[in-house]
């Protein structure tokens, strides 16, 4: 499911079971992250299922990629493997207005 930025981050403050993901590369961390978000590379390939398998499937994943493209790519996955709850920020990172950590 995709969500707006606006209410990407409305239904993320009030969500108690939240878990951000951030599926970028290790080169696209280094502009900053959303914060409390986990790193998982999209591009790692079965290495990102296998990794995304070990999360618990009963939390609420926001997901975000640079643009939006992955992290719903990622969501699809996430769904067809048993995740309820995967939400798709729309624009991704690069439309990000909230809270950023810099490295």
């Known amino acids: 499911m995709n969500l707006s930025q606006q209410e990407w981050e409305d239904q993320l403050e009030k969500d108690e079971n939240a878990f951000i993901l951030d599926v970028r ?3 696209e961390l280094e502009g900053g992250h959303i914060p409390n978000a ?3 590379d999209f591009y790692l390939g079965q290495d990102f299922l296998n990794e995304v398998e070990k999360l618990d499937k ?4 926001y997901v975000y990629c640079r643009s ?3 992290s719903g790519q990622a969501c699809v996955i996430m769904n ?3 995740f309820k709850n995967a939400y ?5 990172f690069m439309n ?5 950590i810099e490295e």
């Open 58 to 61: 009963g939390k609420n994943y």
């Open 88 to 92: 798709n920020l729309e624009g991704g």
């Open 38 to 40: 986990v790193n998982i």
């Open 96 to 100: 990000w207005e909230g809270e950023v």
């Open 25 to 27: 590369t290790p080169e």
């Open 80 to 82: 067809s493997v048993g």
């Open 68 to 70: 939006g493209n992955r």
